[in-house]
């Protein structure tokens, strides 16, 4: 079984500042990583995801994400921030082989000041 | 492309009640899942089919729910009856990804029905 952390339930930040949201993982098998981001009154909507190959990935809208085996992080960074990014972002986690469901984690909110 | 329809978009009803949520995928996609969300635990995975099939209902919270999919092009999550405590927002979710849902294919999300038992 895999599980998600996210470290931090919020995160203000004013506009045009980088921003970082922290995303850790466990499990016991080689991991697929996704990156989701959701709007009020929206379904989810997918920024990125990790497979193999790169570590550094770059996904919609600006954003991307390192994976860190060593660290078991995929944390998702922007340089700079609008308006239009607040939304809630959710790290997800899935097993490589076999049917293993992905596991999101509680989410993180994204509050950008203007 | 047309995304994922949920229906309704918002439901609210007395409790003892049955609901009945409903969802389309996107055409072509072969596996579906149904997800409930809430302030207190988040996104959690309540049935997955694959070609039609359930695969895995292990979150199903109990049977007061049951989740069909007739044919690839529409499912029903239904709960009888419904308590105070399903409150929540339920989304569906498609994928190309047959096997494993992981994989190289993303889900796509409908806009989520939410649902309150008074």
């Known amino acids: 079984a895999q599980s998600v952390t996210q470290l931090d339930s919020q995160v203000p930040v004013f506009e045009e500042a980088p921003v970082e949201l922290r995303c850790n993982y466990s499990s016991s098998v080689s991991v697929y990583l996704f990156w989701y981001v959701q709007y009020p009154n929206q379904g989810l909507q997918l920024l990125l995801k990790?497979?193999?190959?790169?570590?550094l990935v770059k996904g919609i809208n600006g954003f991307e994400a390192e994976f860190n085996k060593s660290q078991t992080s995929f944390h998702l960074r922007k340089p700079s921030v609008h308006i239009s990014d607040t939304a809630e972002y959710f790290c997800?986690?899935?097993?490589?082989?076999?049917?293993?469901?992905?596991?999101f984690g509680i989410g993180t909110k994204l509050q950008v000041i203007p | 492309d047309a995304g994922v329809i949920q229906s309704p978009r918002h439901e609210v009803t007395e409790m003892g009640q049955e609901v009945t949520l409903r969802c389309k995928p996107i055409?072509?996609?072969?596996?579906l899942f149904w997800y409930r969300q809430t302030m207190m635990r988040g996104l959690e995975l309540l049935i997955y089919?694959?070609?039609?099939?359930?695969?895995?209902d292990s979150g199903m919270p109990e049977d007061r729910f049951s989740a069909k999919m007739p044919n690839a092009s529409f499912s029903t999550l239904k709960i009888q009856p419904s308590e105070p405590r399903d409150s929540a927002v339920y989304f569906c979710?498609?994928?190309?990804?047959?096997?494993?849902?992981?994989?190289?294919?993303?889900?796509?999300f409908g806009d989520g029905t939410r649902l309150s038992i008074l």
């Open positions: 979710a498609s994928s190309r990804a047959a096997g494993n849902p992981g994989g190289d294919q993303p889900q796509h």
């Open positions: 089919f694959n070609n039609n099939v359930p695969i895995d």
């Open positions: 990790y497979l193999s190959g790169s570590t």
């Open positions: 997800a986690v899935s097993g490589v082989g076999g049917y293993q469901k992905v596991t």
């Open positions: 055409s072509g996609h072969n596996s």
